[in-house]
């Protein structure tokens, strides 16, 4: 009777580290490893040399449609140092997450066409695995609504996952990234990574 518990419990733990194994694979690949691609979007995005940031977000009006849902794909992230694109969803939940980069909308922070802080959030283990490696002067490239806004990284930092100062208004047009941290360690992980980047341009999307 003992050797037939075993054998099922070992059975159950196969069966649920099987399942894991197979989501975790399906939300590394909702991200395009495509170099080619994400080099296409602009032909200065080697160029580290640091650009005056913009003061303030103009676009023309759009048609005010409904609210996306959670989950529901709204624009992609590009980053060309990484040669990743990976989609913007609506919201930071759980299920929001296993689907893309998620726009955190609250308190202190606006969407990609409006004055503020833009905060993106992402698994560290899946579209945001590789984010360590980038370094001040990278630009990022948010195609959103129409428009492409490229933000360039002016700082990187290590905070406590309570930190209440990163999610916060800012007057200006800037970006934050922020994923869990250290990046290879096992549960739910103690610190956060942020990258904050500042609005340097803003053109039509072709």
Not at 163 to 189: K, Q
Request: charged share 25%.
């Amino acid at each position: 009777m003992i050797r037939i518990l075993a054998w099922l419990l070992i059975a159950s733990g196969g069966v649920v580290l099987g399942f894991n194994a197979y989501q975790w694979w399906g939300q590394i690949n909702i991200a395009i490893d495509d170099p080619k691609l994400a080099m296409a979007i602009s032909d200065d995005w080697t160029d580290r040399s640091e650009e005056p940031a913009l003061s303030k977000v103009t676009v023309p009006g759009t048609k005010k449609g409904p609210e996306p849902v959670s989950g529901q794909r709204i624009g992609e992230l590009a980053i060309p140092r990484l040669g990743a694109i990976l989609p913007i969803v609506q919201g930071t939940d759980d299920e929001a997450l296993k689907k893309g980069v998620g726009l955190y909308q609250g308190y202190g922070t606006v969407k990609p066409d409006h004055t503020g802080h833009v905060v993106l959030s992402g698994h560290r283990d899946t579209v945001f695995r590789k984010v360590g490696e980038l370094k001040k002067g990278d630009r990022l490239y948010v195609n959103y609504n129409g428009y492409i806004y490229t933000y360039q990284i002016r700082k990187t930092w290590i905070t406590d996952a309570e930190d209440r100062t990163v999610i916060v208004p800012i007057n200006r047009p800037v970006l934050s990234l922020t994923t869990c941290y250290p990046f290879d360690y096992l549960g739910s992980a103690p610190d956060r990574y942020i990258i904050r980047a500042e609005l340097i341009e803003i053109k039509k999307n072709a």
